[in-house]
């Protein structure tokens, strides 16, 4: 344990008597990987394996204060051994990362012209969708998942893990079927969930006019990052909650706008790359 600390200590010294701008990079860089993992994480089992591992290391800390000698060799031995384990674990996803990097063609003109044409064609159907509810007044609430997770509005509904197009969309909200009452969550390209319920909003400046399906809009807006699209079922206008503030009417335009710059934030780079690597985990967890 001593030889622990003393390395603890060693890069404690190192880090504030002998840091540059490189490693201040090197810092930077690490800590975005860390942070974009654990963002992702956060849907799937690893986000419990992450926990297990944490809960040991305040344990194993503990123990040491408290003298317990045997308990905390027994940890430190696990944890020595933490980079194993995780390959061990992760071993199917990992080589299926290494095959994807050895495939990939990310600089490529093609490839980032079939990404573009992905998104479009994406984008496409959530406007057809939004148009022709609207047109109808089929009332509708789609959510957009963005950094805060819903996994607890996600459970209140029916799983979908789905790809997105108009169909399945006006489908789900069609009067008299069984999922059309409740809200759409809609995660990168995917509807995860239908039918699920969302928190009404506590803000006292929603108009009374408005029924519950815009309230909850907002509601959902008031405590997450997410954003709603909300169809009237009695005038078919098309509205937008974000931050707890309803914006009505919304227009085509606009509409298009907003998804254009989630697509891109969502679709981006090695964010885009990890976050279809631990879906792809979380799908075969349930399956």
Excluded at 222 to 231: L, P, Q
Aim: hydrophobic content about 45%; overall charge neutral.
């Amino acid at each position: 344990m001593g030889d622990l600390w003393t390395t603890v200590r060693n890069m404690l010294w190192n880090l504030t008597h002998r840091i540059g701008i490189i490693d201040i990079i090197d810092i930077l860089i690490v800590a975005a990987i860390i942070y974009e993992l654990l963002l992702l994480t956060r849907h799937t089992r690893g986000s419990a394996l992450l926990k297990g591992l944490f809960l040991l290391l305040v344990i194993m800390v503990v123990s040491n204060l408290l003298g317990l000698k045997s308990l905390n060799w027994l940890l430190l031995a696990i944890l020595q051994n933490g980079a194993l384990v995780l390959v061990i674990l992760f071993q199917p996803e990992l080589r299926k990362a290494l095959e994807r990097m050895g495939r990939s063609k990310l600089l490529t003109k093609s490839n980032r012209r079939n990404v573009d044409e992905e998104r479009d064609t994406v984008i496409s159907e959530i406007v057809q969708t939004v148009v022709d509810l609207s047109r109808r007044r089929v009332g509708a609430l789609l959510v957009f998942e963005r950094q805060t997770g819903l996994e607890d509005v996600i459970e209140t509904g029916t799983r979908l893990n789905a790809e997105v197009s108009a169909p399945l969309l006006e489908n789900i909200f069609e009067p008299n079927t069984p999922l059309h009452d409740g809200a759409a969550v809609i995660r990168d390209d995917q509807v995860i969930a239908a039918a699920c319920i969302l928190p009404l909003a506590e803000a006292s400046g929603v108009s009374r006019e408005l029924g519950t399906r815009h309230r909850a809009a907002v509601g959902i807006s008031e405590n997450t990052d997410a954003a709603v699209v909300v169809i009237s079922e009695e005038t078919g206008i098309v509205s937008m909650a974000r931050d707890g503030v309803l914006k009505r009417p919304l227009s085509t335009d606009e509409l298009k706008a907003f998804l254009n710059d989630y697509y891109s934030i969502t679709n981006s780079g090695l964010s885009s790359f990890l976050r279809k690597l631990f879906k792809r985990r979380a799908e075969e967890g349930r399956a």
